[in-house]
């Protein structure tokens, strides 16, 4: 059985950091591709920071410059490192791991933690 468990969420004002972590059970992230989603209020979700399992490094577009990705594979976890926080960065983040090649849409999903972000 595959589980994957968000933690690092929280309220932080706009320019703060966060690193959010995804543990990763029933599967060995150096196999899987990952990646981090968002889903804000009233909005579908967006993927924002994707590795792949040969460790080539994705990042969206709103993102890029201030998110980091990596993965511990000792850990068996996923990390985002989120800095220079902005309001619209408020959001539900959530982890897929999928296998390479099939879509992230029918990837493994955890639960999520939430990020708000205001001052």
């Known amino acids: 059985q595959v589980l994957l468990v968000e933690s690092g969420g929280g309220s932080v004002q706009p320019g703060g950091s966060l690193r959010l972590s995804c543990v990763a059970g029933?599967?060995?992230?150096?196999?899987?591709?990952m990646a981090w989603f968002r889903q804000g209020p009233g909005s579908e979700g967006e993927g924002i920071a994707f590795i792949e399992s040969d460790g080539t490094v994705v990042y969206g577009d709103d993102v890029r410059g201030r998110f980091a990705v990596w993965k511990d594979n000792i850990k068996n976890t996923l990390y985002l490192q989120m800095n220079n926080l902005k309001p619209e960065d408020t959001a539900n983040y959530y982890c897929v791991a999928k296998t390479y090649g099939s879509p992230w849409a029918g990837g493994y999903r955890g639960q999520g933690t939430q990020v708000t972000v205001s001052s």
């Open positions: 029933g599967l060995t992230v150096s196999r899987y591709s």
